[in-house]
């Protein structure tokens, strides 16, 4: 059994949230919890009381009353139905402000143009008064849709804050999304208000979204109002407006809070829609106790406004923490201006997408000690773990796995518990999750299928005229009835520790035995001179799979001199059965706009299918480097 990276020591597991909040419990429940284990095996046997435990110790704000934590009533072959705290009404906006000081920093930003702001917990509080004014002169009302083209800022934190506040459900793209895929987006949910940039900086370049302005115009006729964020129609407001008291409209517990998006690789993306109460429970529950973010810390994820993980991020506020923006390339003028405002903002909670942290193992930081990073988006490399490790030596490295669809992780992090390279620490509290094999029978140190068992209060209310449920029934209750099927392969061990495989959809199959990208990853991405691969398999027409790998090199370095080192490699570390069949030096690996390496399109370019059928390039943040697979394959034929 290998040695943990990190060990908590006794002074950060007793001043955790997670600690405190297991004394509440069991003072509740007159019951005595020895190790995390016990504590999660209770909160999953007993939900209702779990889930009121965690209302009761955040002294959730609502009115009017609720009889059932959990109505289980209309239940049957899914969790679609489930009812969570009938009866009452909250704000999450409220919940948001309801602890504020008002010369303490909310927020700190900073970007690439070295615009560094602290934002009081006054001003933030004036500006969205302003805004919430000017909406509801324009008519705004509970159950409106506003979206924003917006960027990571301080504005775009108001902006949705008064939306919330009204009781209107916030959508929002980032502007490097394209215009058909924005389009595509908000076309379905017919909104009212749109909030953008016209203008924006990344990456050291100036963008324009004017042409994209025409085309909503054109194709979404629902938005009566737009605001160019920033231009004179946005210093209007705030020169019309002045501040007034806060007030906030109390929504049922089950009413939408935003509208996210899954990937759509391929045909319309679909519209995930989520609840308030459901949101802000979750989030309590992730943020606090999973992450331990306390009051006073200063919080930060690098996300675009594009990825649920912005979502997240801005719950940070809940915990009393002050949120963090940085907006902008986090690789701009080599890293420097990211890490300059880390240590700048001294973040205590420092988050990012895995493939950023695999990618700056030779990255200088000193001068700088978080408390916690968090990694998500893709699993973590064993060798990315070890690396951060180096890098901060007291750091609390979590691993997070959930997703858009819940708008949270579902696997998460544990002050009680050591870290391991390569594994996620535990299953998050009231989260049912097993791993089941083809026969939907529960394993352990077994890989299988990631499976909810039980519902979760910030599972999707619904998809956006989604008739019938039938495509949210159709996502994740079509494989295995009565349960959560997530697509991910995964093992749970004997520690409770889960290890990633993949996707299930992009697992590789080798003479009927499973084999987990991520374990192919763990290995190459690891070699010196690889700067990131990608790996598919396909079937020919015998029906025979072939395993390709696509390897992202570093400059003068050929595949010549490292394929026999990955042979080697993946015979030593897993198996004969890991090794690849064919082998292609890439100059780019495909990726989302939220940071997902595309592997299924590039199976299907390489199953035959045309380009157009595979992926919407407007999802991508680097769709040129399709052409180069296309033409790898061509070539084969």
């Keep these: 059994m290998s040695a943990p990276l990190w060990i908590p020591s006794q002074e950060y597991t007793q001043s955790s949230i997670l600690y405190y909040f297991q004394h509440f419990v069991e003072q509740k429940t007159n019951k005595k919890f020895l190790a995390y284990d016990d504590l999660y095996s209770w909160s999953i046997e007993n939900l209702s009381i779990f889930w009121e435990a965690v209302y009761d110790y955040f002294e959730i704000t609502y ?45 700190k930003y900073a970007d690439e143009k070295l615009k560094y702001r602290e934002v009081t917990w006054r001003e933030l509080e004036d500006m969205v008064s302003v ?65 953008l940039e016209t203008e924006y900086q990344y990456n050291g370049k100036s963008f324009s979204k004017q042409e994209t302005l025409a085309q909503i115009r054109k194709h979404i006729p629902s938005i009566a109002t737009v605001v160019p964020v920033y231009e004179e129609d946005w210093e209007v ?32 993306p ?42 997240y991020a801005l719950s940070s506020l809940l915990c009393g923490a002050t949120l963090c923006l940085f907006n902008g390339a986090i690789h701009y003028r080599d890293h420097k201006d990211f890490w300059e405002f880390v240590k700048l903002a001294k973040v205590h909670h420092l988050g990012g997408g895995a493939a950023y942290f695999s990618a700056i193992h030779d990255l200088e930081i000193g001068d700088y000690q978080p408390k916690v990073i968090g990694s998500t988006g893709s699993p973590l490399l064993a060798s990315t773990f070890e690396n951060l490790q180096q890098k901060f030596p007291d750091v609390h490295i979590i691993s997070l796995s959930g997703g858009t669809d819940v708008c949270s992780a579902f696997l998460s992090g544990c002050p009680y518990l050591p870290v ?37 209060p910030s599972m999707p ?48 199959n080798r003479g009927g035995v499973r084999i987990g990208t991520a374990e192919i990853y763990n290995v190459v991405n690891a070699l010196e001179h690889v700067k990131d691969s990608l790996v598919i398999a396909t079937d020919n027409e015998k029906g025979e799979s072939r395993i390709t790998l696509f390897v992202q090199l570093e400059a003068n370095t050929s595949l010549g001199q490292i394929i026999e080192r990955i042979k080697s490699e993946l015979r030593k570390q897993y198996s004969p059965r890991h090794v690849p069949d064919d082998f292609y030096a890439v100059t780019d690996i495909p990726y989302t706009l939220s940071g997902k390496k595309l592997e299924i399109p590039i199976k299907k370019i390489f199953s035959g299918y045309p380009l157009e059928k595979t992926v919407s390039k407007d999802i991508m943040r680097n769709p040129e480097c399709l052409e180069e697979y296309v033409g790898i394959f061509n070539q084969k034929q």
Excluded at 89 to 97: D, G, K, R, T, V
Aim: net charge negative.
């Design 63 to 107: 009115s009017g009353g609720y009889q059932k934590v959990l109505d289980r009533d209309n239940i049957s072959t899914d969790f679609i139905q489930a009812k969570w705290f009938e009866g009452i009404s909250l704000s999450y906006a409220e919940h948001i402000f309801r602890n504020k000081q008002s010369e303490k920093i909310a927020l």
């Design 131 to 195: 805004i919430q004014q000017f909406l509801q002169e324009k008519g705004v009302q509970k159950g409106d849709r506003i979206v924003g083209i917006l960027n990571n800022t301080v504005e775009t934190i108001a902006i949705f804050l008064a939306v919330n506040s009204l009781g209107a459900i916030w959508s929002c793209c980032s502007p490097d999304f394209g215009d058909k895929s924005i389009i595509e987006r908000f076309a379905q949910i017919e909104p009212k208000v749109l909030f």
């Design 237 to 268: 407001i705030f020169s019309t407006y002045t501040p007034q008291t806060l007030t906030f409209l109390r929504v049922p517990f089950s009413h939408p809070i935003w509208i996210l998006y899954s990937s759509g690789t391929t045909g319309k």
């Design 270 to 311: 679909k519209a995930i829609t989520h609840s308030t109460g459901g949101n802000l429970l979750e989030h309590y529950k992730a943020l606090a106790i999973h992450q331990n973010v306390q009051e006073g810390e200063n919080f930060l994820w690098y996300t675009t406004t594009g990825w649920m993980m912005w979502n």
């Design 420 to 456: 391991y390279a390569g594994e996620i620490q535990c299953r998050a509290l009231g989260s049912d999750i097993v791993a089941v094999n083809d026969q939907g029978k529960e394993v352990y140190h077994e890989v299988g299928e990631l499976v909810i068992k039980q519902p979760m």
């Design 461 to 508: 209310l619904y998809f956006w005229n989604d008739k019938d449920n039938e495509k949210y029934r159709e996502s994740y209750f079509s494989e295995r009835p009565g349960v959560w099927s997530h697509g991910d392969w995964i093992l749970i061990n004997d520690r409770g520790g889960i290890v990633m495989y993949g996707r299930s959809d992009a697992t590789l």
